[in-house]
């Protein structure tokens, strides 16, 4: 008798435990997962529902749109996009740029506000006599068409900034001005595919190899139109690198940077509360079998770190939040997601989706 | 030995290309760099000069047998059973792993978690 009610005793912290684990106002979570999935994850519940079929093949980029009811998924495998609405959760459209010998490379990009053309930057595959590869060109796809076109070419010394893979980018809410994140930021006119500002603050670098950039990985963004998150920055005298918390209003090109510390040897973005007080990101020192994780929560009315925590990190991972901003997560090169307090940064649940995620992202939708 | 000198094309043509390895040898080892001639050579991980590997992904079609950037295993995805999807997707390193945008894009279409399933990843033959 008492052995069985100290069973029900554990059964009841455990079961305690696990709903300690759920946030409060629970979200729906979309993640790329392999072979040619989309997951849909209900927070409540702690578990996968729904897998999306995307017909173009692997999800390597997902975007959620402003007014958060549509999802733009990139895909690898015939470089195809593929729209999904957040509400109903079917695929609305999708189409493959790929066409026989000629194909096209891109990883992530954004839509424009009104939904009809997707940014980003692209290279060309041409098979001829031998396969010839283009230089990285802005690129322009219509979503209605289902076509690239318009391309142009990204300036010399812009190349090595944001012609790698995975840049992150946003469009401002008028449409007029798209901005890359790389190791500098570019504001192009979107009319003219020209780069009309360059400003001197580099992406922090990733936390792993699949996060050299952060093109699925773009911080969840609750505020059309801004764009807030951690950047490095050097003087121009010694080159001392400083991380510090930028802002950015997309629509007029102002921003304010505040250096808060010395840079470390790499960051995973910033995730911001909803009330837009508070900001956690996952800051990583050392290689190797050397490496060290750490959680910094930072004040964001004060720019200052007011916690940190070391946690046991895995060599390539992703950092996400939930949509109330009381859960952190560390997902990505696994099937599962780590689920972390965010006011103690302590474990405290590992939600298993039985599906390896790429790296994708994440999109948290309510 | 050194007392024998080319007589003839072919012989000088073989003694300048030895004189120039063994320069390059020298010049190599005292910037600490890889010698030429070990170039595509096969040599130990322990070995030094170091050989270069290839970041992140294994050198050979066997799961579990892989190194890191830094030659080791410490940095490696545990399991490392974790790691073949990266390889597939953004190395494109046919010989090491199948190639999924080029040539086997079905290669883990029965196989969505990698640490538990991995025996149902396809066969593929050359």
């Known amino acids: 008798m008492r052995r069985a009610t100290q069973a029900i005793r554990f059964a009841l912290a455990a079961g305690l435990a696990a709903l300690g684990a759920l946030p409060v106002q629970?979200?729906?979570?979309?993640?790329?997962?392999?072979?040619?999935?989309?997951?849909?994850?209900?927070?409540?519940?702690?578990?996968?529902?729904?897998?999306?079929?995307?017909d173009t093949g692997l999800p390597t980029s997902m975007t959620l749109s402003d007014d958060g009811k549509r999802i733009y998924v990139s895909t690898i495998t015939t470089s195809g996009i593929e729209v999904i609405d957040a509400a109903s959760r079917k695929v609305i459209s999708k189409f493959s740029l790929n066409d026989g010998s000629n194909r096209v490379r891109f990883w992530g990009g954004v839509p424009d506000p009104a939904g009809r053309y997707f940014y980003t930057v692209i290279s060309k595959i041409d098979k001829e006599i031998d396969r010839k590869v283009?230089?990285?060109?802005?690129g322009v796809i219509d979503l209605k068409l289902g076509k690239l076109v318009r391309t142009a070419d990204i300036e010399k010394d812009d190349e090595?900034?944001?012609?790698?893979?995975?840049v992150a980018f946003k469009v401002s809410s008028d449409g007029k001005y798209l901005y890359a994140f790389g190791e500098k930021v570019i504001i192009i006119d979107t009319a003219t595919l020209k780069a009309i500002d360059r400003i001197d603050l580099a992406k922090p670098e990733g936390t792993g190899l699949e996060n050299v950039g952060f093109g699925g990985a773009l911080e969840t963004l609750r505020t059309p139109g801004q764009y807030v998150s951690v950047f490095n920055?050097?003087?121009?005298?010694?080159?001392n690198k400083m991380f510090g918390v930028a802002r950015f209003d997309l629509n007029s090109r102002q921003f304010d940077f505040t250096p808060i510390g010395p840079a470390p040897a790499a960051m995973a973005g910033l995730e911001v509360t909803p009330d837009g007080k508070q900001a956690y990101t996952v800051v990583t020192n050392g290689t190797l079998g050397a490496k060290r994780c750490e959680f910094w929560h930072m004040d964001l009315p004060t720019n200052a770190v007011v916690d940190k925590a070391e946690f046991p990190c895995r060599s390539r991972f992703r950092f996400g939040m939930s949509?109330?901003?009381?859960?952190?997560?560390?997902?990505?090169?696994?099937?599962?997601?780590?689920?972390?307090d965010a006011k103690t940064?302590?474990?405290?649940?590992?939600?298993?989706?039985?599906?390896?995620a790429t790296g994708a992202g994440m999109v948290a939708v309510p | 030995m050194k007392h024998l000198r080319a007589i003839n094309k072919k012989a000088r043509r073989i003694d300048d290309a030895v004189t120039q390895m063994e320069e390059a040898i020298e010049a190599a080892a005292a910037s600490g760099a890889t010698p030429p001639e070990m170039e595509e050579d096969v040599v130990a991980l322990q070995q030094a000069p170091r050989p270069h590997v290839p970041m992140g992904c294994t050198l050979s079609f066997s799961p579990g047998w892989e190194v890191d950037a830094g030659g080791g295993t410490a940095g490696l995805c545990q399991p490392v059973e974790r790691d073949i999807y990266d390889c597939y997707v953004t190395c494109f390193w046919p010989v090491q792993v199948p190639d999924h945008v080029n040539y086997s894009p079905d290669w883990a279409s029965n196989c969505a978690t990698a640490t538990k399933d991995w025996r149902n990843l396809d066969l593929v033959f050359p």
Not at chain 1, 134 to 138: A, D, E, N, R
């Open chain 1, 26 to 54: 629970a979200a729906t979570l979309f993640m790329g997962a392999y072979p040619d999935v989309l997951l849909v994850f209900d927070e409540s519940k702690g578990a996968v529902t729904q897998k999306i079929k995307l």
């Open chain 1, 134 to 138: 283009s230089k990285p060109l802005y």
């Open chain 1, 160 to 166: 090595k900034a944001i012609g790698g893979y995975r």
């Open chain 1, 233 to 239: 920055a050097a003087d121009p005298y010694i080159h």
């Open chain 1, 323 to 340: 949509m109330d901003g009381r859960k952190l997560y560390i997902y990505g090169a696994s099937f599962d997601i780590e689920v972390y």
């Open chain 1, 345 to 356: 940064l302590k474990l405290e649940a590992t939600w298993d989706l039985g599906n390896d």
